[in-house]
């Protein structure tokens, strides 16, 4: 079972930026518990960050037919960008959208999220606590959906 994680703009500056909102850990220090995750339960996983969201799109086909599930926090993308949401469509890969914050209870322009609509749900909320709730959703679609394919073929 393989994981792609996919972390939009300004991710790399956790740590750092506005810490009463999105806590003091770095984002190295997020994927290290997210490793570890994935180390007890037999998950291969893999990581990536980029401020453009061409990559971010680019990255998302590059997992079609190599992994099994996603984890994306598209960030400020979520707000505004129809390509993540139209990337996420085309591969169809069971995915889970992060968020650290409570977007719904920020700003009117980020109660939106586009490429939500792409997701399987939404984490939104429990600082860097949502990224393991995360590890813990798409895992769990993952084995359901292996067990759908076996009870099909018997
Ligand atoms: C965020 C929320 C977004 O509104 C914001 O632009 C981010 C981070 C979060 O994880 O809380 O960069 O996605």
């Not at 850990?25 to 061409?54: C, P, R, V, W």
């Amino acid at each position: 079972m393989k994981i792609s994680v996919i972390q939009g703009p300004n991710l790399n500056m956790l740590g750092i930026r506005e810490q009463h909102i999105y806590g003091p850990l770095t984002l190295e220090q997020i994927h290290l518990g997210m490793e570890k995750y994935a180390k007890e339960n037999d998950i291969e996983i893999e990581f990536f960050q980029s401020n453009l969201e061409g990559e971010i799109i680019d990255r998302i086909q590059e997992a079609f037919g190599s992994v099994d599930g996603i984890i994306i926090n598209p960030a400020a993308f979520s707000h505004t960008s129809i390509g993540i949401k139209d990337a996420l469509m085309a591969v169809n890969i069971p995915t889970v959208e992060v968020h650290i914050s409570n977007i719904y209870q920020r700003e009117e322009f980020r109660q939106k999220s586009i490429t939500a609509g792409a997701s399987m749900g939404v984490i939104t909320g429990f600082g860097a606590f949502s990224y393991h709730l995360a590890m813990i959703s798409v895992h769990q679609i993952i084995l359901e959906q292996i067990e759908a394919k076996k009870n099909e073929n018997k």
